[in-house]
């Protein structure tokens, strides 16, 4: 195995001289630094990232801390996607990434900070924290860079990425109301996600904008859930006839919404009109294929990803990335029947 002093010894310069050219330190020459960056690939030298970790204090690696991950919340896709996004992203720029995984019980047996140092990453992209979560006020107090997605935080070493939620929301209301409908329920997720708030800000402020009435008893609460949102649906139908519309904060809540008009005898679009928020690939294929607020999820994770290399390496100029969202229109909207 070619080591570093191979390399120094061929291009004439010290193994500290090596070192620092190629883990990219101003103070080398261009000329050398060319140098020895040709002996190196010349002679097929490969970093041995430990080692280079001692000398940098840095290991280039990233944390993907993930409260809460479950083997029922991974049949919608939507975290594979942005991890996918995150890993191609921090490949890009020579990182790696590591999965981490946390609840309420371990956090009261492992602070996050002593979960970090344990994993000797750099910085940490932190996602599903509710707002209630005992980790968050950890997070933001820790010297660790930090991302988050979907809580809006912002600090010298914290950043976030999320969608345009309200906006998203407010396109969802003016696609029904478009469709004529005036009697529109709304399932949210849960009042301890960021995201659920601005989704619900979104509505609220849409139905202002048409006159169409948003009594308490037609914001429920889905948890994200499909059975959760399929139970709520099938209450609310039972004893609201007058609803023509569910506009559902996710798409699993959207498929539970579709199941509960089934089984109530209620045909999807004719009798009950249901648009979903994510798009998610099972949005295409249940029947009828839904309606839905289209976001961006493998970009989501990729740029998180390159917020956080930039809190990393000072380059970052904004600590927050809001991203845009699309109304995709499939068959699950239809006008109300009159």
């Not at 969608?163 to 005036?182: C, K, P, T, V, Y």
């Not at 709304?186 to 048409?210: I, K, P, Q, T």
Request: proline share 4%; charged share 30%.
């Amino acid at each position: 195995m070619v080591t570093i002093k191979d390399v120094a010894r061929r291009a004439g310069v010290s193994i500290t001289t090596v070192s620092r050219a190629l883990n990219g330190y101003p103070d080398v020459s261009p000329d050398t630094r060319r140098r020895v960056l040709q002996v190196a690939r010349e002679m097929g030298y490969r970093a041995n990232a430990i080692a280079r970790s001692l000398v940098t204090k840095k290991t280039r690696t990233l944390g993907v801390l993930i409260s809460g991950l479950r083997r029922d919340g991974s049949a919608d896709g939507f975290v594979l996607e942005l991890l996918c996004g995150m890993n191609d992203a921090a490949a890009d720029q020579d990182y790696e990434l590591i999965l981490f995984h946390t609840n309420p019980s371990r956090q009261r047996r492992k602070s996050y900070r002593d979960l970090c140092h344990e994993r000797q990453v750099d910085g940490v992209i932190v996602m599903g924290l509710r707002l209630d979560d005992p980790y968050l006020r950890e997070v933001l107090e820790a010297e660790i860079p930090c991302v988050f997605i979907d809580v809006a935080l912002e600090g010298e070493n914290v950043g976030y990425v999320t969608s345009a939620n309200a906006e998203g929301a407010r396109r969802a209301i003016d696609h029904l109301a478009g469709q004529g409908h005036r009697h529109i329920a709304f399932v949210n997720g849960h009042d301890r996600a960021d995201v659920s708030r601005h989704r619900l800000a979104g509505v609220r402020r849409a139905c202002a904008e048409w006159g169409i009435p948003l009594p308490a008893q037609r914001v429920l609460d889905g948890g994200f859930e499909e059975e959760q949102a399929r139970r709520v649906v099938a209450d609310l139908l039972q004893r609201d006839r007058e609803v023509t519309a569910v506009f559902c904060a996710s798409d699993r809540m959207a498929i539970g919404a579709i199941r509960a008009a089934r089984e109530a005898g209620r045909r999807v679009p004719e009798d009950l009109s249901v648009v979903g928020f994510d798009d998610i690939v099972l949005a295409q294929y249940v029947t009828p294929p839904l309606t839905t607020i289209r976001q961006q999820i493998y970009e989501m994770g990729a740029a998180a990803t390159r917020l956080l290399i930039g809190i990393l390496e000072g380059t970052a100029e904004e600590r927050r990335v809001v991203l845009d969202v699309e109304l995709v229109e499939r068959a699950s909207v239809a006008p109300p029947r009159t």
